[in-house]
């Protein structure tokens, strides 16, 4: 009997530490207002850890995703030895915003970049020092000992900043960097350059500056993408929309990447996580050495999604940066969990990974409250792995483009065109086999034409693929209406009249012509930003 007693409690002890080795969520603070010493309920805002003393602090947001909707400029620290939250009064702060990078660095707090109320959006930073609780603007550039003060007014238009933006990712690694990070956003245009502010010499500098719409070798321009920094220079970032602002692509978006600051390069990750926007990220605390970083939430269904596999509530997306070929993996949280949420804001904590409020998936409601995420970078291998990533269901309007633009131009158009080229000798049979070809071809391009229109949630027809895609459609659609006005054909042995020859030369000229833009299609498909 005591045999059996003592294999129940070793067993019982056994299953406790392993279950408080796992990944867990804790909620630190339900957002209950008592007097009005909490935050509001906010999505989009930005969010430190001062890990020596337990504290967060949490900086503006916006109310709702309305517009119009209240935006806000308070800043909070909450206390982790007490639970509760405290209004900081300051004088000076920075304007109300939301989606704006945020990072952390000794006693301060860092801000850059956001949208505010009215469509503002900025590029200034700022900083809040947690001791003396007190805001301030830092420089674009410090003025150099050797410039005069008159000389440095009249050359500030030519300092360098990043554009202003919002829906940014960056930030500052582990409190232990001297650099600022801000990469990709979104104002007028959607932005794939990335930036660094040297917070000690006050300077602003540019890290990468390449822009190319089709190229696979980079990020394309986007925002509202996650992102953390997993060394001093280096940065990763998951999924955003692409579309609209003068480009094409898909939102939501799956792709990931790193940028490596030191080789000023990107490096693309596996696909693993739903294609999601207002997702978040950050890295989980070190130990024995390992780096892991967590995707948590986002929003997975917009217009431009046909059908996705919608991630549960419990699912984390973890990072292995550590690794040769660095990969995702998906992790299944047990216990109690946080509502299914995006736009909440997360940041490392010194026992796990802090998140405050965010719009709930299902209610649509913002929310206040607090959570922890308990557990460090040796916790994931204990984790309960989740479902594979290659299970993972996901269509959209691009996807359908590309079939039938294929099917379309790519196929049956060159076929018809092919049939008349050279099986003239099969008369009447080459006839109506070209206007079969033809006459299905335009279909399955409309079809597809239609498609493209869709994925692009606004601003279409401002980027050189829509343009082309435009003007070869109405050149596509008026070759049915030509072929009703063709002039007669000339008799063996009969030369050409006039209209005759320029109707062919016409007709046979449009097809090559819209055949020309499969190639920035095709370029598109095969950069694995846009899938």
């Excluded at 007014?153 to 990043?162: A, N, W």
């Excluded at 919608?310 to 070929?325: K, M, Q």
Aim: glycine share 10%.
């Amino acid at each position: 009997m005591m045999d059996k007693i003592a294999l129940f409690v070793i067993t019982l002890l056994l299953t406790l530490k392993v279950t408080k080795a796992q990944l867990s969520w804790k909620l630190l603070h339900n957002g209950n207002n008592q007097n009005g010493t909490v935050p509001k309920p906010r999505r989009d805002a930005g969010i430190g850890s001062d890990l020596g003393r337990r504290r967060v602090i949490l900086f503006g947001g916006r109310e709702g995703s309305e517009k119009g909707s209240p935006v806000f400029d308070d800043t909070w620290i909450y206390y982790g030895d007490t639970s509760t939250w405290r209004l900081i009064n300051t004088d000076i702060h920075p304007s109300a915003r939301f989606s704006f990078v945020s990072g952390m660095s000794g006693e301060y707090f860092y801000i850059a970049t956001g949208e505010g109320r009215d469509r503002m959006f900025y590029n200034d930073i700022w900083r809040f020092h947690i001791r003396m609780e007190k805001w301030e603007q830092l420089p674009a550039q410090e003025k150099p000992d050797y410039i005069s003060h008159n000389q440095w007014s009249q050359s500030k238009d030519t300092i360098l900043t990043p554009e202003e933006r919002y829906g940014a990712a960056g930030g500052i690694y582990r409190n232990e960097s001297t650099k600022f990070y801000v990469s990709l956003g979104f104002a007028d245009v959607r932005f794939s350059n990335t930036f660094s502010y040297d917070y000690v010499g006050k300077s602003w500098y540019i890290d990468f500056a390449f822009s190319h719409p089709y190229s696979p070798e980079f990020p394309h321009g986007r925002c509202l993408h996650s992102g953390t920094m997993i060394a001093p220079d280096d940065l990763v970032i998951f999924g955003g929309c692409l579309t609209g602002g003068s480009t094409g692509g898909p939102c939501p978006s799956g792709d990931s990447w790193i940028f490596q600051g030191k080789r000023k390069v990107w490096d693309q990750l596996n696909n693993c996580a739903s294609p999601r926007v207002y997702s978040s990220m950050a890295m989980l605390p070190i130990a024995d050495g390992k780096r892991r970083v967590v995707l948590y939430g986002g929003v997975e269904k917009l217009p431009q999604v046909l059908t996705a596999t919608e991630s549960p509530a419990s699912e984390l997306v973890i990072l292995n940066p550590d690794l040769r070929i660095k990969r995702w993996e998906k992790k299944t949280v047990k216990g109690e969990v946080p509502s299914k949420r995006a736009s909440a804001a997360m940041v490392t904590g010194p026992a796990g990974i802090y998140m405050f409020g965010g719009i709930d998936i299902e209610s649509g409601k913002t929310m206040n409250d607090l959570w922890s995420l308990m557990g460090d970078s040796s916790a994931v291998d204990k984790t309960e792995t989740s479902t594979p990533c290659t299970e993972t269901t996901f269509y959209n309007y691009i996807m359908l483009h590309g079939i039938f633009m294929v099917a379309g131009w790519g196929v049956l158009l060159q076929w018809g065109a092919y049939i008349a080229r050279y099986m003239k000798h099969r008369d009447p049979l080459w006839f109506y086999l070209h206007i079969g070809c033809q006459v299905f071809g335009l279909v399955f391009s409309i079809v597809g034409f239609v498609c493209g229109v869709l994925s692009v949630q606004f601003d279409h027809f401002r980027f050189t693929h829509a343009i082309l895609g435009l003007v070869i459609m109405v050149l596509g659609l008026q070759q049915p209406l030509n072929a009703l006005v063709r002039p007669h054909k000339a008799e063996p042995g009969e030369a050409k009249s006039p209209p005759r020859a320029g109707w062919e030369w016409w007709h046979h000229n449009m097809e090559r012509i819209r055949f020309s833009n499969l190639v920035p299609g095709s370029m598109l498909a095969a950069s694995f930003t846009t899938l």
